[in-house]
């Protein structure tokens, strides 16, 4: 019985996190908040294969700059684009993800950030918010609040 509970109890914490993935909008303004440099990333196994920007909002560079614990409501967009070669060099090329990320306590089965992707048009894509992104960071970045990017990404 105690079993049958507990892997209720993981379902719906999973469900939930999904649910809110869903359910999640844009923010329309994030192209105004600063923006990284351009990273390539090359390596075709990963999710994030391409070209892409880190968008941070107000509330987040603080603690982005300092390594600190972020507070309720930071949010952070990724925007991914295809790789083009142009003159044997990569080149960014059409939109092919964009990636919500935003502090919400609400949370729990994600470490409380609450992750969201979206197709090139913003609408919902249906990833797995915990299988394809809490999982990774929570890997790669546990001792910086599950935040895998630095603020070196935008010198």
């Known amino acids: 019985m105690k079993r049958i509970a507990t892997a209720a109890a993981v379902l719906l914490v999973a469900a939930t996190a999904a649910t809110a993935a869903d359910t999640a909008t844009l923010p329309k303004d994030y192209e105004k908040w600063a923006k990284s440099k351009e990273k390539v990333i090359s390596d075709k196994s990963s999710l994030f294969y391409g070209i892409h920007h880190i968008y941070v909002d107000k509330k987040a560079?603080?603690?982005?700059?300092?390594g600190g614990k972020y507070s309720e409501g930071a949010r952070f967009v990724v925007v991914n684009y295809t790789i083009k070669e142009e003159g044997g060099k990569p080149v960014k090329g059409k939109k092919s993800m964009v990636v919500l990320m935003k502090k919400d306590k609400k949370q729990?089965?994600?470490?409380?950030?609450?992750?969201?992707?979206f197709t090139p048009?913003?609408?919902?894509?249906?990833?797995?918010p915990v299988k394809n992104c809490f999982e990774?960071?929570?890997?790669?970045a546990k001792a910086t609040d599950l935040i895998i990017s630095k603020y070196a990404d935008f010198k």
């Open 61 to 66: 560079m603080p603690p982005y700059q300092s």
């Open 136 to 140: 990774c960071h929570l890997k790669d």
């Open 108 to 117: 729990s089965a994600t470490g409380g950030w609450l992750f969201a992707g």
């Open 121 to 128: 048009e913003g609408k919902p894509s249906g990833i797995d």
